[in-house]
């Protein structure tokens, strides 16, 4: 049986697999986003990853903050979620996750994550550039979107018109 909160965990981990798809579809945003992440030192797949799981902490860590639950997600503005993936310390998204994960490919994304953060110095500096562009994704989908607040449900429903499931 699957926990209210195994849910969340997994409906954040969608939000932050769809995330770049989504804001890819003006295809000259991946180049840059890419040229960004080459200029910095970043492995492209790696860096991208990182993006992904970034965005799962930052909407957990925000639906957490606020007590959503798994169904409550979908009503968490874009806003929020942007502002904790750069309004927190690295140290502070990882609050509330759990050691292991159901999805061997979340796991492993969410230790990267960690390891960055604990090894601190260049890396912190790597973490930081992505929240960055974490943001950046964010605030283009809430800039296309034809609602005045954006939540996350408004990126889900665009990404299942789009035909983007991940």
Avoid at 60 to 66: E, L, M, S, W
Avoid at 117 to 134: A, I, V
Avoid at 136 to 153: F, K
């Amino acid at each position: 049986m699957t926990s209210d909160h195994d849910t969340l965990r997994s409906r954040c981990a969608h939000l932050g697999r769809v995330l770049l798809p989504l804001v890819d579809q003006e295809p000259w945003r991946q180049a840059r986003r890419h040229e960004n992440l080459r200029a910095w030192g970043i492995d492209t797949v790696a860096g991208e990853r990182l993006i992904e799981v970034f965005a799962a902490i930052a909407a957990h860590a925000a639906a957490i903050d606020t007590s959503a639950s798994a169904a409550e997600l979908d009503a968490l503005p874009l806003k929020t979620v942007a502002e904790a993936a750069t309004g927190r310390r690295d140290i502070e998204l990882l609050a509330g996750l759990p050691e292991t994960f159901a999805d061997d490919r979340d796991e492993q994304a969410v230790k990267l994550f960690r390891l960055y953060t604990y090894k601190g110095g260049q890396y912190s500096l790597s973490l930081m550039r992505l929240s960055t562009e974490l943001r950046h994704a964010l605030i283009t989908l809430a800039e296309r979107s034809p609602t005045p607040s954006p939540t996350c449900a408004d990126v889900f429903r665009r990404v299942a018109e789009a035909g983007l499931q991940q």
